[in-house]
């Protein structure tokens, strides 16, 4: 599935151990931009995924995520995961786009 917005909080990052070694996992809100905004809560696992997608508080954002739910001792738990975060002007600067510069 995939949502565009803005990001409205970056939660602070938890981290751990488990059998398969050490984890970490952050979330965000994610506010669309329509009439009535929808918010989002995801998050993203893994250090190089959280260093790599660098998601900052402002920021206009398409994510990519999977829907999950789990069931562990007769109770339901979710999440949203992250796989993929794109910058929503990260094209503006593309060969079919260029940016002019002034020259002295």
């Known amino acids: 599935m995939e949502i565009k917005g803005k990001i409205i909080a970056v939660l602070?990052?938890?981290?751990?151990?488990?059998?398969?070694?050490?984890?970490?996992?952050?979330?965000?809100v994610l506010e669309t931009e329509e009439q009535y905004p929808k918010r989002l809560l995801?998050?993203?696992f893994g250090e190089d995924k959280?260093?790599?997608f660098s998601i900052q508080q402002g920021e206009c954002v398409k994510v990519s995520y999977d829907p999950r739910?789990?069931?562990?001792?007769?109770?339901?738990?979710?999440?949203?995961?992250?796989?993929?975060?794109?910058?929503e002007n990260?094209?503006?600067a593309s060969p079919n786009n260029p940016q002019t510069t002034a020259t002295a």
């Open 12 to 28: 602070p990052a938890k981290s751990g151990t488990s059998a398969r070694g050490q984890w970490q996992n952050q979330q965000y």
């Open 42 to 44: 995801f998050d993203v």
């Open 50 to 52: 959280i260093k790599q």
């Open 69 to 87: 739910a789990e069931e562990k001792n007769g109770h339901w738990y979710g999440s949203n995961r992250a796989w993929n975060v794109e910058r």
């Open 90 to 92: 990260a094209t503006e």
